[in-house]
């Protein structure tokens, strides 16, 4: 049997069914495409009726499994109503993906406290009222996995990313105590530190892109993750040494190399827009 096979025959035989937030788009869809594929039942939410109804059709097409509940994750009623109604359709929940996410960007110029408020309600708000909805019927059985998609962003606070890396340092540190609180209750916890990975998330940035991962290969690594029951995946390992690198440096030091990376690429690539601009 090889790696892949292996890992689709442990989470079948662990996990019958699982409820992935974000899942109309990106790494979500895939996710629930592969644990669909590995013959376990999928309930997804998000926003874009259409594209989740796309993604279930895609899972239905190859005899899978899949329902879907479209929600605001900002919003905490609807939120619960989507899991109340997935867990009805599907039955009880073993595996919360809460991955649903939003990278606004919040520069110091006209810095946005609104910005802000709008990640802290989907990043890390939403991802704890997803836990709220599936965490007792867990504790009651006596199993379940919590898996949150954070973010490599959550290792330090980066520039012009301020907000986002400070909404997935929340949910790491977040998720990083409930695992201690719930290791006598056979529910688990995994946190996934992504770096780039191809969606539409990060197609509009004007940044420059390290060590970008294929979506379906970053899932790939995810769901893997899980059949390991690793409390941490964190990906691709060169962005993962820069990142613990940063995460070690001191203030002063890391201060400065961070502004003259970042900075020292904004300058190049406004100089070659100006280059690049026709004059009149
Ligand atoms: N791509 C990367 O480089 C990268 C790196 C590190 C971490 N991540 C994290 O990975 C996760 C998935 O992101 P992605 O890259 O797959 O991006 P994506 O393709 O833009 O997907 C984001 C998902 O989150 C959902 N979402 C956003 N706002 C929502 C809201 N208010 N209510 C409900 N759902 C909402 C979107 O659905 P609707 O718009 O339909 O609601 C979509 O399904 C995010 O948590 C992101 O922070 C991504």
């Known amino acids: 049997?090889?790696?892949?096979?292996?890992m689709d025959s442990t989470m079948r035989s662990e996990y019958h069914v699982?409820?992935?937030?974000?899942?109309s788009s990106g790494i979500g869809a895939e996710l629930a495409r592969q644990l669909a594929r590995a013959g376990v039942r999928?309930?997804?939410?998000a926003r874009r009726v259409d594209l989740?109804?796309?993604?279930?059709?895609?899972?239905?097409?190859?005899?899978?499994?899949?329902?879907?509940a479209p929600a605001d994750a900002a919003d905490s009623d609807a939120t619960r109503?989507?899991?109340?109604?997935?867990?009805?359709?599907?039955?009880?929940?073993?595996?919360?993906?809460?991955?649903?996410?939003?990278?606004?960007?919040?520069?110091?110029?006209?810095?946005?406290?609104?910005?802000?408020?709008q990640m802290v309600r989907v990043n890390l708000l939403g991802a704890a009222v997803a836990i709220e909805a599936?965490?007792?019927?867990?504790?009651?059985?006596?199993?379940?996995r919590l898996v949150g998609v954070s973010s490599l962003a959550a290792f330090r606070g980066l520039p012009v990313n301020a907000g986002y890396s400070a909404t997935k340092a929340g949910l790491?540190?977040?998720?990083?105590g409930l695992r201690v609180d719930l290791r006598r209750q056979g529910v688990f916890v995994t946190i996934v530190h992504?770096?780039?990975?191809?969606?539409?998330?990060?197609?509009?940035?004007?940044?420059?892109?390290?060590?970008?991962?294929?979506v379906d290969r970053a899932a790939r690594i995810i769901l893997n993750g899980v059949a390991s029951r690793r409390r941490y995946v964190n990906f691709p390992w060169p962005t993962v040494a820069l990142m613990r690198f940063a995460r070690a440096l001191p203030g002063p030091f890391f201060d400065a190399l961070v502004s003259a990376v970042f900075f020292g690429h904004k300058a190049r690539v406004n100089a070659q827009a100006g280059d690049e601009t026709p004059s009149s």
């Open 42 to 45: 999928v309930g997804l939410t």
């Open 1 to 6: 049997m090889g790696a892949w096979e292996s």
């Open 81 to 117: 109503r989507a899991i109340v109604s997935l867990t009805g359709e599907l039955g009880p929940v073993d595996l919360l993906i809460a991955n649903a996410g939003l990278g606004l960007s919040t520069p110091s110029l006209g810095f946005s406290a609104r910005e802000f408020e």
């Open 172 to 176: 790491s540190t977040l998720l990083e």
């Open 134 to 144: 599936v965490l007792p019927g867990m504790i009651e059985r006596g199993q379940g």
């Open 194 to 214: 992504p770096g780039f990975v191809r969606t539409p998330m990060i197609e509009d940035g004007d940044g420059e892109r390290l060590f970008v991962m294929e």
């Open 52 to 68: 989740l109804e796309a993604v279930a059709g895609e899972i239905r097409a190859k005899g899978g499994v899949a329902a879907i």
């Open 18 to 23: 699982a409820i992935v937030t974000g899942a």
